[in-house]
């Protein structure tokens, strides 16, 4: 092999490596993985992408804002209404929990719902990284929803 030939070869897998992959299709294709009787929605829109789909008992949202490197993903998962009963040992316990069960998720407030969330930016985002973080919200959220609404939910 000539040293063209190598430059040539090097610059070839260079050009590759460096095409973004496309984020909404490996998103859609964990959630075609993850959702229940075809449970699957998108939303597009100017300002990204957002899909929605059932997970057990539980809702799943999937935002992607865009594909450059600034844009970010964001998966969250309602697991409680509020206001919700003695909500002082609601937080504790969740203030507990994301400590030590919820990996790289927690537990936050978005509008009046305890949800499961996670956020990256998209770069250097992998495809198994996209996967592991849906599967953890939706899987976490699943796991602690009706425990929580058993325990601190409004009747």
């Not at 964990?30 to 597009?44: E, G």
């Not at 899909?51 to 993903?73: A, H, I, M, P």
């Not at 409680?80 to 998720?105: I, V």
């Not at 198994?128 to 009747?155: C, K, M, Y």
Request: glycine share 4%; charged share 25%; net charge negative.
């Amino acid at each position: 092999m000539t040293m063209q030939n190598l430059e040539a070869l090097v610059a070839e897998e260079d050009e590759l490596n460096s095409e973004a992959p496309n984020y909404k299709d490996l998103i859609e294709t964990v959630i075609s993985s993850l959702a229940q009787n075809d449970s699957a929605m998108v939303n597009h829109t100017q300002d990204g992408h957002l899909w929605k789909f059932q997970y057990g008992s539980v809702e799943v949202f999937v935002q992607l804002t865009g594909e450059t490197e600034d844009d970010l993903l964001t998966v969250w998962s309602p697991v409680l209404k509020l206001p919700a009963k003695n909500e002082l040992d609601l937080m504790k316990k969740l203030m507990e929990m994301n400590w030590s069960g919820t990996f790289e998720t927690c537990f936050g407030i978005f509008g009046d719902r305890i949800v499961v969330s996670s956020q990256r930016a998209v770069a250097d985002l992998s495809a198994t990284e996209i996967s592991r973080t849906i599967t953890l919200v939706a899987t976490i959220a699943d796991d602690n929803d009706e425990i929580l609404q058993a325990e601190f939910g409004q009747e």
